[in-house]
């Protein structure tokens, strides 16, 4: 079974503990007003290791949760 790239994927969004919508990389970079590039970081496991690590600004911080296969 082929991997579904990114940007075919439907993400949850969230800043902070606070759900703020569903989109696919496309929207999320138009609704958030950051670059396409930026909206994709957020998916990596990059993105996820950084924002382990950083305790400070929590609240702020954007995280996606991949729902593709759950709508």
Do not use: P
């Amino acid at each position: 079974m082929a991997k579904t790239r990114a940007e075919d994927k439907i993400f949850a969004v969230y800043r902070g503990d606070n759900h703020l919508f569903f989109g696919n990389v496309k929207e999320i970079s138009k609704r958030l007003e950051v670059s396409y590039s930026m909206a994709k970081f957020y998916t990596t496991k990059t993105y996820k290791e950084r924002t382990k690590k950083a305790r400070e600004g929590y609240a702020n911080r954007v995280f996606l949760v991949d729902v593709t296969d759950v709508i």
